[in-house]
């Protein structure tokens, strides 16, 4: 991938691209298609000028992985959970990137946290929480279960699980007021 300036980044499948405040947007992960070699670096595309720019982290990075959930938190941070590893070992990690400080948290999340996965989306609902549906287990089956991860308060929360198993989907958060007209256009069937 290269913009106008700056670096270029290596071509990856399974990255996280997720836009803050600052006009830029940030690439974490992913896996090198023909090698399958898997990153664990992040870098960051300023806008404006369509230029790559690789941070290097002040801490410790997450292990290197692809397929994972990644979204904006207040404060010029991202969150990152779970995906795979090369070996195709899944993580249900959490980490927190903060573009500011150009460091990595891991954070311990209390709660019931689901079985590590990859493919699943994760669609913030708000500048702190996360929904997780699907994906795909260490065992190769397809998940069905659903979970906010909430971060100001450190802790998963459960949700009703889907009538299908879904890997691999897209999700987004539409304004409540929107709904209305989805329902006119389109019939929703959820069980």
Request: hydrophobic share 40%; aromatic share 6%.
């Given at each position: 991938?290269?913009?106008?300036?700056?670096?270029?980044?290596?071509?990856?499948?399974?990255?996280?691209?997720t836009a803050l405040d600052d006009g830029c947007a940030y690439l974490f992960g992913g896996q090198e298609p023909s090698t399958g070699a898997c990153f664990s670096d992040v870098w960051r595309l300023d806008t404006a000028v369509w230029s790559w720019t690789r941070l290097q982290p002040r801490s410790g990075a997450p292990p290197p992985r692809h397929s994972h959930c990644a979204g904006r938190l207040t404060n010029g941070c991202i969150?990152?959970?779970?995906?795979a590893s090369q070996s195709n070992s899944m993580f249900g990690d959490v980490w927190v990137f903060n573009v500011t400080t150009v460091e990595w948290k891991r954070?311990?999340?209390?709660?019931?946290?689901?079985?590590?996965?990859?493919?699943?989306?994760?669609?913030?609902?708000?500048?702190?929480?996360m929904l997780v549906?699907?994906?795909?287990?260490q065992d190769g089956s397809t998940l069905r279960d659903v979970a906010v991860l909430d971060m100001a308060r450190e802790s998963w929360r459960a949700q009703p699980p889907l009538c299908h198993a879904c890997c691999a989907h897209s999700a987004t958060l539409l304004p409540r007021d929107s709904m209305s007209e989805v329902r006119a256009c389109a019939h929703l069937k959820w069980g």
């Amino acid at each position: 991938m290269q913009a106008t300036g700056g670096q270029q980044v290596r071509s990856r499948a399974g990255a996280s691209l997720t836009a803050l405040d600052d006009g830029c947007a940030y690439l974490f992960g992913g896996q090198e298609p023909s090698t399958g070699a898997c990153f664990s670096d992040v870098w960051r595309l300023d806008t404006a000028v369509w230029s790559w720019t690789r941070l290097q982290p002040r801490s410790g990075a997450p292990p290197p992985r692809h397929s994972h959930c990644a979204g904006r938190l207040t404060n010029g941070c991202i969150v990152v959970y779970g995906g795979a590893s090369q070996s195709n070992s899944m993580f249900g990690d959490v980490w927190v990137f903060n573009v500011t400080t150009v460091e990595w948290k891991r954070i311990d999340v209390a709660g019931n946290a689901p079985t590590p996965r990859e493919m699943a989306t994760g669609t913030m609902l708000d500048d702190a929480r996360m929904l997780v549906v699907g994906g795909r287990a260490q065992d190769g089956s397809t998940l069905r279960d659903v979970a906010v991860l909430d971060m100001a308060r450190e802790s998963w929360r459960a949700q009703p699980p889907l009538c299908h198993a879904c890997c691999a989907h897209s999700a987004t958060l539409l304004p409540r007021d929107s709904m209305s007209e989805v329902r006119a256009c389109a019939h929703l069937k959820w069980g």
